[in-house]
């Protein structure tokens, strides 16, 4: 099984709102990820967890705020979120988490955000 | 800063043609060069890597090649089926860098 699943595909949120973008994986990966990606643009990264640990943080703003329960699930928490977070948001899990390393990231199918 | 390049931006072709993609990075030191497929609103999904030692790599009727000299990678799609329209992206790792450098994609389009 070399799927990543995200829930839910499409959710509209106002402003002030609170809503959670959920992630799976049962490859038994350990590095899980957060992209951000704009149309027509390149994933940008946001949020990488090695062994359920924040390993990096990519400067995103506090709005964001990714959570890792266990090694098979992340999430990310949105609160008060602007009109121009709309966007697709990716996860993907890897094998490892290492600088320059051959393990492929696998993502998930995203979930796109409107902040109306 | 490393930069992944990708020419065309866009293309169409016919149903059962060939094409060829490019992309020239450059990344350094280089770690792995891996093209992904992505279909719109949906993730991206790997389809080759190859790394320094490697020249071409195929999955299917994609065939990716690597020129580690020049910096240069190309991504040839074989008897195009409506299926293969999507963006191809090429994504270049560098040594001891944990992120990766994504080019911005070339959309395919493939008519009946």
């Known amino acids: 099984d070399t799927e990543v699943t995200q829930t839910p595909k499409h959710l509209v949120m106002g402003m002030t709102n609170k809503k959670s973008l959920k992630c799976e994986q049962h490859?038994?990966?350990?590095?899980m990820y957060w992209y951000k990606q704009k149309a027509k643009k390149p994933p940008e990264l946001m949020f990488v967890y090695s062994y359920e640990k924040l390993s990096i943080n990519e400067s995103v703003p506090s709005r964001f705020s990714p959570e890792c329960p266990n090694s098979s699930l992340l999430n990310l928490h949105l609160h008060a979120l602007q009109p121009e977070d709309s966007a697709l948001y990716l996860c993907?899990?890897?094998?490892?988490?290492?600088?320059?390393?051959?393990?492929?990231?696998?993502f998930g199918p995203g979930t796109r955000l409107t902040v109306l | 800063k490393n930069q992944v390049e990708q020419s065309p931006q866009s293309l169409i072709i016919l149903e059962g043609k060939n094409c060829t993609l490019q992309?020239?990075?450059?990344?350094?030191?280089?770690?792995?060069l891996r093209w992904y497929k992505q279909d719109t609103g949906r993730g991206p999904v790997s389809l080759t890597i190859m790394t320094f030692s490697e020249n071409t790599k195929s999955n299917g009727r994609y065939t990716a090649t690597l020129d580690a000299d020049t910096k240069q990678s190309s991504l040839h799609i074989t008897a195009s089926q409506l299926s293969d329209s999507a963006s191809y992206i090429c994504?270049?790792?560098?040594?001891?860098?944990?992120?990766?450098?994504f080019g911005a994609g070339t959309t395919v389009t493939v008519r009946a």
């Open positions: 992309c020239n990075y450059t990344v350094s030191p280089f770690s792995n």
């Open positions: 994504v270049v790792s560098e040594l001891n860098d944990y992120k990766l450098s």
């Open positions: 993907a899990s890897s094998q490892g988490f290492v600088s320059g390393g051959l393990d492929t990231q696998y």
């Open positions: 490859m038994g990966h350990r590095a």
